[in-house]
């Protein structure tokens, strides 16, 4: 799997049947291309995450979607961001797949990118799986 993810090809990670019992296709977004983002959306929901330690959300100003995160199992949704320069809609498995290089790319700040996107950042919480057992943190 991380051999996998090396090559920036994605990989299923799974949970406990007493979580979600479920599996999220997980990329190295700092590889995604439109070919394997195409794969994540055809093969999954469509909609597609992108899980950001916490230091990275604040540097892009990314604030919560809500201000009261009802969700039961905490998932730290931010605002949805698309990429600024060389998209259009923001849609597309190419334009996604700029947004995901993007936000892996710490040499960007927040004015590179649109609010809102179809591109779902999730804030990870410090301490990873030992803090929160959620496929944000793996």
């Known amino acids: 799997a ?75 949704f931010t605002v949805s961001v698309d990429l600024k320069a060389g998209t259009t809609t923001g849609i597309s498995a190419a334009e996604r797949a700029a947004t995901f290089r993007a936000l892996a790319d710490p040499a960007l700040g927040p004015e590179a990118f649109n609010r809102p996107g179809h591109v779902f950042p999730l804030r990870a919480r410090a301490g990873g799986v030992l803090e929160r057992d959620g496929h944000t943190e793996a």
Not at 5 to 10: C, D, I
Not at 13 to 41: C, K, P, Q, W
């Open 2 to 76: 991380i051999e996998a993810m090396r090559r920036g090809q994605p990989i299923v990670v799974t949970d406990d049947e007493s979580r979600e019992n479920e599996g999220d296709l997980i990329l190295a977004g700092e590889l995604a291309t439109a070919e394997t983002v195409g794969f994540v959306v055809r093969h999954s929901s469509g909609v597609i995450c992108v899980a950001l330690p916490g230091e990275r959300c604040d540097d892009l100003r990314l604030p919560p979607m809500v201000s009261r995160n009802q969700d039961p199992k905490g998932t730290a």
